[in-house]
């Protein structure tokens, strides 16, 4: 069998056509990513990787299961973060997904203009 190359068109934009906010310019930005969810834990649990282990003496699974709280926006306010992206873990059922990761997402609370670098 011959698999045909599939080739995507993607014009060359120069940086006067798509000009970056000033915050995005390389120097002016300041980004964090963050782990966590329910999902993110119980596959840490799963999967064996070191601190996630049965009990959860150390609260690993824990504080990663519960990071995404209101409070926890603090931690990149703290660290002047002007651009913050979050992991999810995907590949668990529809369902599954919609009733213990997405309520956390429902109302996000992005970094106030001037909160960050």
């Not at 963050?34 to 601190?51: F, Q, T, V, Y």
């Not at 282990?53 to 660290?79: C, H, K, L, M, S």
């Amino acid at each position: 069998m011959k698999l045909a190359v599939a080739a995507a068109y993607r014009p060359w934009l120069a940086p006067d056509d798509a000009p970056l906010p000033e915050w995005a310019q390389t120097g002016n930005f300041v980004f964090m990513g963050l782990d966590g969810g329910p999902l993110e834990a119980e596959k840490g649990l799963r999967s064996g990787w070191p601190g996630f282990t049965a009990g959860d003496p150390q609260g690993t699974a824990r504080a990663i299961r519960d990071f995404y709280r209101p409070e926890n926006i603090e931690i990149p306010r703290t660290a002047s973060a002007n651009w913050v992206y979050l992991t999810w873990t995907n590949g668990w059922s529809k369902d599954r997904e919609r009733e213990e990761q997405w309520p956390q997402a429902h109302s996000p609370r992005p970094l106030e203009r001037g909160q960050g670098a």
